[in-house]
């Protein structure tokens, strides 16, 4: 991944003032991309930037992004297949007159790529996973057709794989607040730890097939032959959970799993493991992740290409079908502290490029070169 730190320009402040941002999301509820929204835009309004979120919003939502300078068009009375959602994203556009239309996710996509067109506005999509999570379907062909006028912005290099031959891809990762990392450490660290408190695994997820869970959940099965308290922890919802704790039933895992659902701040969750574990099929950028090694808890992953490419030798890897290869690299993690503290640290130095501060400058150097184009244009 290029650094997002490349290029900055000399006066990021002056560049953000000439950049008018919608950003259209269908919810703020759960999920990476809506985690990662809630973290960017009040951030470029602090940068000089006017930002705008078009999307289904609590009324807590509103209130705290307004009070952070951003401007709130909430959606909640619109279903996901209203065909009113496109008059009111045109009309949102023209209450505010962005010079940039930025959509999150393939519902917005289609909305907002046909938004654009008819208004002829700059339209930046944020392309948030990698080819695994486009089935072949009428909407993602609709998305493609329509992106083909966007510029894309994927937050990883595996994203450019699912708009082959498009000639306006970026790459901008996943930004991350370290200060907020570094104060969870230090409170958990002062918090102590118990010598005899259970060995702990997390994970964080949506509760989906392609997260996987089910290989971790056997994988644990499998290290209580060896280590008989060891304590898996798992942090998320979905349309999984019934299942999934149907089979910790099924292994008598009962006193071993806790499904402790959706958690809108996992850090301390995290903070308080001593290994992060994810087994998915397929990621973009995922932020459970990264979080994990900014807070130097040691990680096994699947060894796919996303994950591969995010942490490098910063990890331990299994095959996302193999729960004995998770078993092994875990009952690795859980015996050595020197390969514990080893990888921690190599993990933490590999993520400091996503420090939040330098993916807004990224973002703001991208949308004042579209927000130009715009300039050049008329």
Request: hydrophobic residues 45%; charged residues 20%; proline residues 5%.
């Amino acid at each position: 991944m290029i650094s997002p730190l490349a290029a900055e320009p000399s006066c990021p402040q002056r560049a953000a003032s000439a950049v008018r941002v919608l950003h259209c999301i269908p919810t703020l509820s759960v999920g990476g991309a809506e985690t990662q929204l809630r973290l960017l835009a009040p951030r470029m309004v602090a940068a000089g930037a006017e930002v705008a979120i078009f999307s289904r919003l609590s009324e807590d939502d509103q209130r705290a992004l307004t009070a952070q300078g951003v401007r709130c068009f909430d959606i909640s009375q619109y279903s996901n297949h209203d065909p009113r959602l496109l008059f009111a994203l045109y009309r949102a556009v023209g209450k505010m007159r962005p010079t940039v239309i930025q959509t999150w996710l393939t519902q917005m996509d289609i909305l907002g790529g046909a938004v654009a067109r008819v208004t002829g506005l700059r339209w930046v999509i944020a392309e948030r996973s990698s080819i695994g999570a486009y089935p072949p379907g009428f909407k993602n062909r609709i998305r493609q057709h329509l992106g083909g006028s966007a510029l894309v912005v994927a937050n990883a290099e595996h994203g450019r794989g699912v708009w082959p031959g498009h000639r306006n891809v970026s790459v901008i990762g996943n930004g991350i607040d370290f200060a907020v990392v570094d104060r969870v450490r230090s409170k958990c660290a002062g918090d102590g730890r118990q010598p005899a408190r259970r060995p702990t695994i997390i994970t964080v997820s949506r509760l989906v097939p392609e997260k996987n869970v089910r290989t971790l959940i056997e994988a644990v099965a499998l290290l209580k032959q060896s280590i008989r308290d060891i304590h898996l922890v798992i942090v998320g919802d979905g349309p999984e959970r019934a299942n999934l704790e149907a089979q910790v039933a099924l292994s008598e895992l009962c006193a071993d799993v806790t499904f402790v659902g959706y958690q809108p701040n996992p850090l301390e969750w995290i903070a308080s493991a001593d290994v992060f574990a994810s087994a998915s099929t397929f990621e973009g950028h995922p932020n459970s992740v990264t979080e994990a090694a900014a807070l130097e808890v040691p990680t096994v992953l699947s060894d796919i290409p996303m994950h591969q490419s995010l942490l490098g030798s910063g990890a331990l890897y299994a095959s996302c079908d193999d729960p004995q290869g998770f078993t092994r690299q875990l009952a690795r993690l859980m015996a050595d502290d020197s390969l514990r503290g080893s990888l921690a640290k190599a993990a933490r130095a590999t993520v400091q490029q996503f420090d939040v501060d330098a993916i807004v400058l990224a973002y703001l150097r991208l949308y004042g070169r579209v927000s130009s184009e715009v300039h050049e244009d008329k």
